[in-house]
């Protein structure tokens, strides 16, 4: 019998731990989305896209910094339109580098 006492309070503590992690798992869920805040309505495309329909958040699209290669979300990008194209950059001492490097390129040439 005290083989099967073992086995039943280690089933029982397995039980008991795996209900606990569960738990917790949905209390930190339920608080990142309450300090998170509701996501923002729309979508942004499915390429290059920073969490699913399945978490219950909005994909957002990530661009790339020209200037230091940093992913950033396009709503959060700094734009730049030059010549036709819309660059986006993660600060704006990435912008200022990048649009003295392009005068500094069209002064020599």
Known sequence: MNFIERVLRFLFWLLVLSWSAWLLKKALGWMMNKAIGPAPEGGYGSENAVGNAQDGLTPRKLVRDPVCG???????????????????FCSTECRDKYAANMQRIAANG
């Open 70 to 88: 940093v992913y950033v979300a396009e709503v959060l990008a700094i734009p730049l339109r030059e010549g036709g194209e819309l660059l986006h």
